[in-house]
């Protein structure tokens, strides 16, 4: 099974980027859907973004979409989270999740492997 490694994360003012990325090893991310979720401090763990890696569909969250992209780079068996116009509320630990098969399946119940999740701040 494939394990999963996160980075990128840190701390950033309002208005700010960050690129978290998700490193696979022990398998290919290809015949992967991968999802991107989030736990902000005394919240559930949410889910952000999804992208099926086989053919490169991406599905957002309403509070993302237009602020944040994500994308596969198979060279690098790495997927990756843009985060632009970062917003206050997006604080949080950022979690990469994979769930073998194709298309907009990232429930965070059905993952199959998780990594153990970067921090993103955003304050001024």
């Known amino acids: 099974q494939v394990q999963l490694v996160e980075s990128g994360g840190g701390s950033v003012q309002p208005g700010g980027s960050l690129r978290l990325s998700c490193t696979g090893s022990g398998g290919s991310l290809e015949w992967y859907s991968v999802g991107w979720f989030r736990q902000a401090p005394g919240r559930e763990r949410e889910w952000v973004s999804c992208?099926?890696?086989?053919?490169?569909?991406?599905y957002y969250e309403d509070s993302v979409e237009g602020r944040f992209t994500t994308s596969a780079d198979r060279t690098w068996n790495t997927v990756y989270l843009q985060m632009d116009s970062l917003k206050r509320e997006d604080t949080a630990v950022y979690y990469c999740a994979a769930r073998m098969g194709s298309g907009n399946i990232c429930y965070e119940r059905s993952m199959d492997t998780w990594g153990k999740g970067t921090p993103v701040s955003v304050s001024s």
């Open positions: 992208i099926s890696v086989i053919d490169d569909r991406t």
